[in-house]
């Protein structure tokens, strides 16, 4: 574990030093903010493997900066909460968390969850250093080109040839809108003459995959009038 650096996030002091000790008898650096601004300030200065983030903290919460994170980054985010409610651990894994640790928590449980994230983020592939542009992040989507793979909040996600390239134009175009006919030409290679069916058709399959409430998508966009775009 000796050159990994975990990104601390508590506003309770006690919190997170006794982390750090933690972590550091593991051989982890560590590097620790006090909320979620601060934490984005530490992002842009190192290089962080795996972030702790609480969700109750003054000026940007764990929820808010999370999704903040999930704009531009792929690492991986453990959130701790003193709460315990089913509705903070849905909400905090919707808004693209990998774990969820509740306060007080058991030392050894919680290093062992640290570790299998660093594995997971770094030794099976996933550090974007590994990778560099043939990953796509988008919020809690990823998209590794070079395995022709896509992940939900780091979850696979079994698409066929076509829906992945839909995916692919839309996830590396994003913010684009597409028109149903451009979309067609573009992926199947032919004159988008009737497609209207056919594109919706795949849409509403990769919505059914990818959204957690397909009628409200959270990800991919209809633009009335115009076609389809995955939202920036």
Known sequence: MNNYNVLVVDDEKEIRDAIEIYLRNEGITVIKAKDGIEALEKLMEHDIHLIILDIMMPRLDGIAATFKI????NIPIIMLSAKSEDTDKILGLQVGADDYVTKPFNPLEFIARVKSQLRRYVMLGTYEGARGDQ????NGLTLDR???EL???GEPVKLTPIEYKIVELLMTNAGRVFSIQEI???VWKEPGYNAENTVAVHI???REKIEID???PRYLKVVWGIGYKMEK
């Not at 990953?135 to 988008?138: K, R």
């Open 135 to 138: 990953l796509v992040h988008l």
């Open 184 to 186: 067609y030409e573009r």
């Open 214 to 216: 397909p009628k409200n």
């Open 70 to 73: 999930r704009e531009q980054k």
């Open 204 to 206: 509403r399959k990769i």
């Open 151 to 153: 992940t939900v909040n």
């Open 146 to 148: 070079s395995a022709k």
